[in-house]
């Protein structure tokens, strides 16, 4: 059974004796339907004693911009009833963060689909902490949003390893966004500027959007802070629970024990992702690698990832930085589940923890003028 909310704000001064009835402005009635698993469009639409006519018609209009069939879990279906005719005229679901589909009743009594942005109030916040034990409990401490510490956490992920060379002291300051809906928190925005100490080292990182829309981050002098290799082949937000929960199994690039990769621990089932672009070069059994994947970047570079629950790609297939290639399993020869991420260079195992990768596209020679602005708007505030 779907959950069906009534909200009628038209009597809600009722027991206000200086407002008469009939100066009062009645609003339109509106139906908040919330989609709980297995609730259907059709079965929701019924609830709020809309003709299948109607709901038909409704269904048909949205088609070209979102199949109804597929409404999501936890989000809900807005219908406005008319205050005179008290006949639906409207109906209103989000998308996604930036968008909600309107299905509107036009004169005609035809119905149109139309995709709105949604508009947040945009309130400007500065969030800084020194890191006691990792990144994602200090931001915590600190009230932040999770998904904000995440999103810092990927502005530096061709930078820096936040699972393997986090210190305590490191220190970070960001400037971002937080939206708001009728005065109520929702979620953050983007990060305009960020600067990040670690292990001594100071990096700062500046958002610019060019004309197409498209956006990265860029150091103050306008390199891209995206290099052709991730700092980890594991998402941050996946290894930092390890961390905080203390089960970290985790072993470094050691010459001397001749553990030539890095471990990463992280839950069973968690995606690997390709660190760069290149051709899967092997995805097979691989002896006590267990499950194992070889990714061919370059004439210079190929990175392994072994003990593999699954695999989610196959031998001979090209891939993007940041695909996911597998799963994190405990497969061959290893005492937990975790993945043992190679980099080779030239057929030599080094590590890339401390290899020098180089940036990608700097920002262009026309919108240099532009990015300079934005630097110097932030700068000082970092
Ligand atoms: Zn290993």
Same mark, same amino acid.
């Given at each position: 059974?779907?959950?069906?909310?009534?909200?009628?704000k038209?009597n809600?001064k009722?027991?206000?004796p200086?407002?008469?009835?009939?100066?009062?402005?009645?609003?339109?009635?509106?139906?908040?339907?919330?989609?709980?698993?297995?609730?259907?469009?059709?079965?929701l639409?019924?609830?709020?004693?809309?003709?299948?006519?109607?709901?038909?018609?409704i269904?048909?209009?949205?088609q070209?911009?979102?199949?109804?069939?597929?409404?999501?879990?936890?989000?809900?279906?807005?219908?406005?009833y008319?205050?005179?005719?008290?006949?639906?005229?409207?109906?209103?679901?989000?998308?996604?963060?930036?968008?909600?589909?309107?299905?509107?009743?036009?004169?005609?009594?035809?119905?149109?689909?139309?995709?709105k942005?949604i508009?947040?109030?945009?309130?400007?916040?500065?969030?800084?902490?020194?890191?006691?034990?990792s990144?994602?409990?200090?931001?915590?401490?600190?009230n932040l949003?999770?998904?904000?510490?995440?999103?810092?956490?990927?502005?530096? +992920?061709?930078?820096?390893?936040? $699972?393997?060379?986090?210190? =305590?002291?490191?220190?970070?300051k @960001?400037?971002?966004?937080? &939206? !708001?809906l009728?005065?109520e928190?929702?979620?953050?925005?983007?990060?305009?500027?960020?600067?990040?100490?670690?292990?001594?080292?100071?990096?700062?990182?500046?958002?610019?959007?060019?004309?197409?829309?498209?956006?990265?981050?860029?150091?103050?002098e306008?390199n891209?802070? +995206?290099?052709?290799?991730?700092? $980890?082949?594991?998402?941050? =937000?996946?290894?930092?629970?390890? @961390?905080?929960?203390?089960? &970290? !199994?985790?072993?470094?690039?050691?010459?001397?024990?001749?553990?030539r990769?890095?471990?990463?621990?992280a839950?069973?089932?968690t995606?690997?992702?390709?660190?760069?672009?290149?051709?899967?070069?092997?995805?097979?059994?691989?002896?006590?690698?267990?499950?194992?994947?070889?990714?061919?970047?370059?004439?210079?570079?190929?990175?392994?990832?072994?003990?593999?629950?699954?695999?989610a790609?196959s031998?001979?297939?090209?891939?993007?930085?940041?695909?996911?290639?597998?799963?994190?399993?405990?497969?061959?020869?290893?005492?937990?589940?975790?993945?043992?991420?190679?980099?080779?260079?030239?057929?030599?195992?080094?590590?890339?923890?401390?290899?020098?990768?180089?940036?990608?596209?700097?920002?262009?020679?026309?919108?240099?003028?532009?990015?300079?602005?934005?630097?110097?708007?932030?700068?000082?505030?970092?």
């Open positions: 059974m779907a959950v069906l909310l009534l909200i009628t038209n809600t009722s027991n206000n200086t407002v008469t009835p009939e100066l009062e402005i009645i609003p339109d009635r509106e139906i908040i339907l919330e989609i709980i698993p297995n609730a259907t469009y059709g079965e639409m019924k609830q709020a004693n809309t003709t299948p006519e109607v709901a038909n018609a269904f048909e209009a949205a070209e911009i979102y199949d109804l069939s597929k409404i999501r879990v936890g989000r809900e279906l807005k219908l406005i008319d205050k005179d005719t008290d006949q639906s005229k409207r109906l209103i679901y989000q998308i996604d963060t930036e968008e909600e589909l309107y299905v509107i009743l036009q004169g005609d009594g035809s119905w149109q689909a139309e995709r942005e508009k947040y109030e945009v309130r400007i916040k500065t969030s800084e902490g020194i890191i006691e034990s990144l994602y409990e200090t931001g915590l401490e600190q949003d999770e998904v904000i510490i995440i999103k810092l956490a990927d502005v530096f +992920q061709w930078t820096i390893d936040f $699972a393997m060379n986090i210190r =305590k002291g490191d220190y970070f @960001f400037i971002y966004e937080e &939206r !708001y009728d005065g928190y929702i979620m953050p925005g983007k990060i305009f500027a960020a600067k990040f100490i670690n292990d001594g080292r100071e990096y700062a990182a500046y958002r610019f959007e060019d004309a197409e829309d498209s956006y990265g981050y860029y150091d103050a306008g891209s802070m +995206q290099k052709i290799f991730l700092k $980890a082949p594991v998402s941050y =937000k996946y290894i930092s629970s390890g @961390f905080t929960t203390g089960m &970290r !199994y985790i072993q470094a690039f050691n010459v001397s024990t001749k553990h990769a890095i471990d990463y621990a839950p069973y089932g995606p690997i992702k390709a660190v760069g672009d290149g051709t899967v070069v092997r995805a097979s059994w691989f002896g006590g690698y267990g499950n194992f994947i070889s990714i061919r970047h370059n004439s210079t570079y190929t990175t392994n990832y072994a003990h593999l629950s699954r695999y790609v031998y001979g297939q090209k891939v993007v930085q940041g695909q996911t290639i597998g799963y994190v399993g405990s497969t061959g020869f290893s005492t937990g589940p975790h993945v043992h991420y190679e980099m080779v260079k030239h057929g030599t195992k080094i590590n890339p923890q401390t290899e020098d990768f180089p940036n990608t596209d700097a920002i262009k020679e026309t919108d240099q003028e532009k990015f300079n602005e934005i630097v110097e708007k932030y700068k000082n505030k970092l």
